[in-house]
C-alpha cells in the first residue's frame, strides 16, 4: 500500500502559478502510474494529469493542457503539479492518486486505488 499527502494549495490571483506536492509513503512511488484529479464545489471529481511510473509519459485534460504540469521526482517518492496561468475555474480540492496500471494512462478516477486527502486551491478574479 501507499499513502499520499498533499501540500501546496492556497489562494492565488487569475494569472499566478502554483505548484502541488504528493508526498508518498509505505509503498515506493515508483511502482505506480500517478494522477492529479479536482473536484470543485458541487460537480464530480474530474482527471487533470497523469504520468507513467518512469515519467516518461504524460497525459493531460484539455482544460489544462499547455498549462499545467505534471512531474514526478521517484528518488525523493514523490509528484507534482505545476499549474501556471491559473483561472477561476481551476478552483477545486485537488487530489493526488496512484494507479497499478501503467500503460494506457488513466482517466477514470475509479482505475485509482489509492488517494490523498486533497489541498484546496483557490483562484480570484
Known amino acids: 500500500q501507499v499513502q499520499l499527502v498533499e501540500s501546496g494549495g492556497g489562494l492565488v490571483q487569475a494569472g499566478g502559478s502554483l505548484r502541488l506536492s504528493c508526498a508518498a509513503s509505505?509503498?515506493?512511488?515508483?511502482?505506480?502510474?500517478m494522477g492529479w484529479f479536482r473536484q470543485a464545489p458541487g460537480k464530480e471529481r474530474e482527471f487533470a494529469a497523469a504520468?507513467?511510473?518512469?515519467?516518461?509519459?504524460?497525459d493531460y485534460a484539455d482544460s489544462v493542457k499547455g498549462r499545467f504540469t505534471i512531474s514526478r521526482d521517484n528518488a525523493k517518492n514523490s509528484v507534482y503539479l505545476q499549474m501556471n496561468s491559473l483561472k477561476p475555474e481551476d478552483t477545486a480540492v485537488y487530489y493526488c492518486a496512484a494507479t497499478s496500471r501503467n500503460w494506457p494512462l488513466q482517466h477514470y478516477r475509479y482505475e485509482y486505488g489509492y488517494w490523498g486527502q486533497g489541498t484546496q486551491v483557490t483562484v480570484s478574479s
Open positions: 504520468i507513467s511510473r518512469s515519467g516518461g509519459s504524460t
Open positions: 509505505g509503498r515506493t512511488v515508483s511502482s505506480y502510474a
